[in-house]
């Protein structure tokens, strides 16, 4: 078969249905929240079901049409996180379904299904069904091969990404499954290549599904919303993202939405589309999630970061430690913070949040509904510098409290130094900073001003100077973390300036990435 047509389509909703029916009981039995939903197959199912109900009684004309129908009939049938992501995934198809629709037009819609399923999604996450769908997008791009072959090309790329989500994932690598959403996925592309080239594919995959009896302590809302201007979703999408996590808005293409949110409060979620739209269609359903790792049953807490700076989340996860790293200037949302806390493993979690705005936005995650399952403590910090003076006293075979003593006051007992290079003329309590000047300041207080330019040599003067006067109180050890302005020898330069004026004092140095400060200083 050269090219897609109607008949092709529907039998191609037909296979998926079909697979999906014979793989529901072991997807279902991978229950890893917030990974998928806890009956990922039979959402999935049910989404193809209806959309291929509805392209029965449509009697399509062509293959264009054939999949636009069953685009709107996945959407409006779309049930739980998988389906409506699944929903997304063949509306990406039908939407660029014009001309012959052969080889390249499947690699380009493939492109275009991950990009949509992709924007549906309040907060991606790795080793997700979403994953595996980008993998695919990005191994048939600009392919113009027959379309059998990006087909199968298509699956094959599927089943491989699939193998590595349990790597991408801490909770699926702690559970010892793939994600159930991504088994889907493979599912019906490998129904779709079956179709195409008329030799099914025959891939085996373990899922090693160990399901508990698990109990429910928040709900799945989901609602198909009508008459809602698209420049309101970035703004229903945040304000869900407040209520919960899973969020997902996904359009058919015609003007409604399907909505999704696991939360804890029901009517919230309702209003929210009423106040934007007309919901219909509405479904409540107890969200079910894995009981957490008792103590003395393995891991029972974890400690996770909150941290800006990519170099420095990398440093931390090395470490096996979770990490949100937050762009530069930005907070994280509700949403955000709660989806870190789920990653973690055992009913105790500490977060080590790197600055006054990350602390204050980790306080409100751990007062949220939908972390009351959840023993969370967060210790303030100021500065990522106090992040790693937590790490390093951290110890997992202490008592939990202890510990989290023990870390408060490392972090607490750390005082911060930083220089920065001014980018306006301003007013300190040490006199006036030109834009380019380097400002030092001692627990967030201007100590110093040195003139610009903010060449290696000024700003190691200068952070031996901020240095000097946070040494003058005592200390044993510095930490330093240069940003990503720090010139490439600015860090040695120090180390060994340091080594010649405080031979006493132990120096550990990092490139943390940050972007506002050059040089980030700790002193304990």
Not at 15 to 42: E, F, K, M, Q, W
Not at 244 to 266: E, L, M, Y
Not at 316 to 329: K, Y
Request: negative net charge.
């Amino acid at each position: 078969m050269r090219v897609l047509d109607a008949a092709a389509v529907s039998a191609w909703a037909a296979g998926c249905v079909h697979s999906l029916a014979s793989l529901r009981p072991a997807i279902d039995g991978i229950n890893v929240y917030p990974v998928a939903d806890s009956d990922t197959g039979s959402n999935m199912l049910f989404t193809m079901t209806g959309a291929a109900a509805e392209l029965a009684d449509a009697d399509p004309g062509d293959a264009a049409e054939a999949l636009k129908v069953l685009a709107r009939g996945a959407v409006a049938s779309a049930k739980g996180n998988s389906g409506v992501i699944l929903s997304q995934v063949v509306r990406g198809l039908a939407d660029r379904a014009e001309g012959e629709l052969d080889g390249a037009w499947l690699a380009g819609a493939l492109g275009h299904a991950d990009e949509v399923a992709t924007g549906a999604v309040s907060r991606p996450v790795a080793g997700t069904i979403l994953t595996v769908l980008h993998s695919v997008a990005l191994a048939v791009r600009g392919d113009t091969s027959p379309l059998g072959e990006i087909a199968q090309k298509a699956a094959k790329e599927a089943a491989h990404a699939l193998e590595k989500t349990p790597e991408q994932l801490p909770a699926l690598a702690r559970a010892g499954v793939v994600d159930a959403g991504a088994r889907g996925l493979v599912a019906v592309l490998d129904a779709l290549a079956g179709v195409i080239t008329g030799a099914p594919l025959e891939q085996e995959h373990a899922l090693q599904a160990d399901a508990e009896v698990p109990e429910a302590y928040a709900w799945e809302v989901m609602y198909l919303l009508d008459g809602v201007d698209e420049a309101s979703l970035p703004t229903l999408r945040k304000e869900l993202s407040g209520l919960g996590d899973s969020v997902t808005v996904a359009g058919d293409g015609s003007g409604s939405h399907a909505v999704h949110v696991h939360c804890a409060d029901i009517g919230a979620a309702i209003e929210a589309g009423l106040a934007l739209g007309r919901p219909r269609r509405i479904r409540v359903e107890p969200l079910i999630t894995p009981t957490p790792i008792e103590p003395g049953g393995g891991i029972d807490r974890t400690v996770v970061a909150v941290v800006h700076g990519g170099l420095l989340a990398e440093l931390l996860r090395a470490e096996s430690i979770p990490v949100l790293a937050v762009p530069d200037g930005e907070t994280p949302s509700v949403e955000d913070v709660i989806g870190l806390l789920n990653e973690a493993a055992g009913r105790h979690v500490t977060v080590l949040p790197g600055s006054v705005a990350l602390t204050a936005a980790a306080d409100t995650a751990a007062g949220h509904a939908m972390a009351a399952d959840r023993d969370v403590v967060v210790i303030p910090c100021a500065s990522p510098v106090q992040v790693l003076a937590a790490l390093a006293v951290h110890d997992a075979a202490r008592r939990t409290n202890d510990d989290v003593v023990a870390m408060a006051e490392a972090a607490a007992a750390t005082r911060r130094g930083e220089l920065r290079v001014a980018r306006e003329e301003s007013l300190t309590w040490v006199g006036r900073a030109q834009s380019g000047d380097v400002v030092g300041l001692v627990d967030d207080e201007v100590v110093l001003i040195e003139p610009a330019p903010a060449s290696e040599t000024n700003l190691v003067a200068a952070a031996m100077k901020v240095l000097n006067r946070m040494l003058a109180l005592g200390g044993e050890l510095v930490t330093v973390l240069s940003g990503a302005a720090a010139p490439p020898g600015v860090a040695e330069e120090l180390a060994e300036q340091l080594r010649v004026e405080h031979p006493e004092v132990e120096l550990t140095s990092y490139a943390g990435g940050q972007a506002g400060a050059v040089l980030l200083m700790g002193v304990e």
